[in-house]
Nanobody, 120 residues
């Protein structure tokens, strides 16, 4: 059973930064990438960013606009999401997951989520 644990969420003022972490005991077998998604109240879960396992190639949702950076540490079995210049509309529960692409349906294993709240 793959177990993903996110941390690093919290309350921050607009313009501030947070770094989310996703730790896993065992790398999900067959996973092409590790992704970050978010879900705000009353909205669907949406793709934020992902990074491939083999080459470490990152890809992002358009709304990130250079504010977020996804990275991985293969030794620590950890994936990070550095979020800068946060906006109130970034408020959501953020999830990490293993899979491929930018659609939630292609991700098999999910963490429990970490709350990010950005105040104006």
């Amino acid at each position: 059973q793959v177990h993903l644990v996110e941390s690093g969420g919290g309350l921050v003022q607009a313009g501030g930064s947070l770094r989310l972490s996703c730790v896993f005991a065992v790398r999900p077998r067959g996973a092409y990438a590790m992704g970050w998604f978010r879900q705000a109240p009353g909205k669907e879960r949406e793709f934020v960013a992902a990074i491939t396992w083999s080459s470490g190639f990152p890809y992002y949702a358009t709304f990130v606009q250079g504010r977020f950076t996804v990275s991985r540490d293969n030794v620590k079995n950890t994936v990070y999401l550095q979020m800068n210049s946060l906006k109130p509309e970034d408020t959501a529960v953020y999830y990490c997951a293993s899979g491929a692409g930018d659609a939630a349906q292609y991700y098999d294993y999910w963490g429990q989520g970490t709350q990010v709240t950005v105040s104006s």
